[in-house]
């Protein structure tokens, strides 16, 4: 199997390196797995693509590349150009520092490289670990994901029709914030949203006087409806929901005829 991995952490990020063990079970021995990576954090940057300017692209090892871009960036350099035609059986991105559960999702470059190469044809799926007081300060806050993620990514891919739709499926998984041990199992549930929550700003002046602002997010141990991503997460289940990059409100199409 040929794999391409990113992130938006960046190419130096723990996660990416969990992901790279992930990514080398998958494979196998006979295996390829290929890294193009943002050179630096994009955290936050969603599905955005560098329309308007260049990006430089650097090999740092064999089949390993940072790019200066966001991670739906990566997914097209190495689609278009590192690969040079040789497309992968698989896309990862991850393993996020911290949850992409509900509304984060819609902000997360993460899902935005999965998307991207869903958009380009491939299988893809977001991989991302949920922070809390039992994994936050551990030495490797990442061993959920690095355990249970390649046996997941294993079902998901034997339980996936062919899909042929115009915009295609890709997943969003969420590792609860616990050990390994401790996770109760998988449950594919829908994004939820935190009510009472949601990202804002916080004002601070440099010492010239100058305004700057920081993007502030809100809580995040705040559970979402029962039986959506954040709920199961926080009660130690890992989420996988289905996704797609349509975002038609197919509930409104028919309310909507009146205006016609």
Known sequence: MRILITNDDGINAPGLAAL???????????????????AFEQSGVAHCISYTHPM????????????EGSPA?????????????????????????????AENA???GTLGGAMEGALQGVP????SQYLGPDNFQSDDPFETARVHAADLIRNLLAQTPEDDEDYRLFYNINFPPVSAAAVKGTRVVPQGFRRHTHFGVEPHRSPSG??????????????T?????????????????????DLTAHDMLDRLKAIE
Request: charged residues 20%.
């Open 20 to 38: 790279t063990i992930i990514a080398n079970d998958l494979a196998g021995p006979k295996g390829e797995v290929w890294t193009v990576a943002p």
């Open 56 to 67: 430089m692209l650097a090999k740092l090892s064999e089949r390993r590349f940072a790019a």
């Open 73 to 101: 960036d990566c997914v097209l350099a190495g689609l278009h150009h590192v690969l040079e035609g040789a497309r992968p059986d698989l896309i990862l991105s991850g393993v996020n520092r911290g949850n992409n559960s």
């Open 106 to 108: 819609l902000y997360s």
């Open 124 to 127: 893809s799926m977001a991989l």
């Open 210 to 223: 100058r305004q700057f602002l920081w993007i502030k997010g809100g809580a995040q141990h705040i559970p």
């Open 225 to 245: 409806a029962p039986d959506t991503d954040a709920a199961v997460n926080l009660d130690g289940y890992i989420s996988v929901t289905p996704m797609r990059a």
